[in-house]
Nanobody, 122 residues
Framework: QPQLVESGGGLVQPGESLRLSCSVTGFNLDDLVIGWFRQGPGNNGGVSCIGNRNGTEWYGDSVKGRFTISRDVARNAVYLQMNNLRPEDTGLYSC????????????????WGQGTQVTVLS
């Protein structure tokens, strides 16, 4: 089954940017739906996701216009560019994978990474 490793988290000021990476091994990225999830103080759930092959994207309401998800098939990685960060974006960000072609925001994610911490100072 695929293995996922996140990186790119950090401690930033409001308004700054971070780019998270989700590196995938053991599976072809084209065959995976990838989602980013957040566990934070009072702010948990899906943040963004991208479908397999056609790369259909989905964003949570709180991040629309600020976050951008992308994937690099050659590197077998998915990225989450986070701009104009806010204190409420603080949390542990994990990527998850589902091997299939379902809509990414409803997929039953089965494989998870360990997460990378994002802290936005208030």
């Amino acid at each position: 089954q695929p293995q996922l490793v996140e990186s790119g988290g950090g401690l930033v000021q409001p308004g700054e940017s971070l780019r998270l990476s989700c590196s995938v091994t053991g599976f072809n990225l084209d065959d995976l739906v990838i989602g980013w999830f957040r566990q934070g103080p009072g702010n948990n759930g899906g943040v963004s996701c991208i479908g397999n092959r056609n790369g259909t994207e989905w964003y949570g309401d709180s991040v629309k216009g600020r976050f951008t998800i992308s994937r690099d098939v050659a590197r077998n990685a998915v990225y989450l560019q986070m701009n104009n960060l806010r204190p409420e974006d603080t949390g542990l960000y994990s990527c998850a994978a589902y091997p299939g072609g379902l809509e990414c925001h409803t997929a039953p994610y089965a494989v998870w990474g360990q997460g990378t911490q994002v802290t936005v100072l208030s």
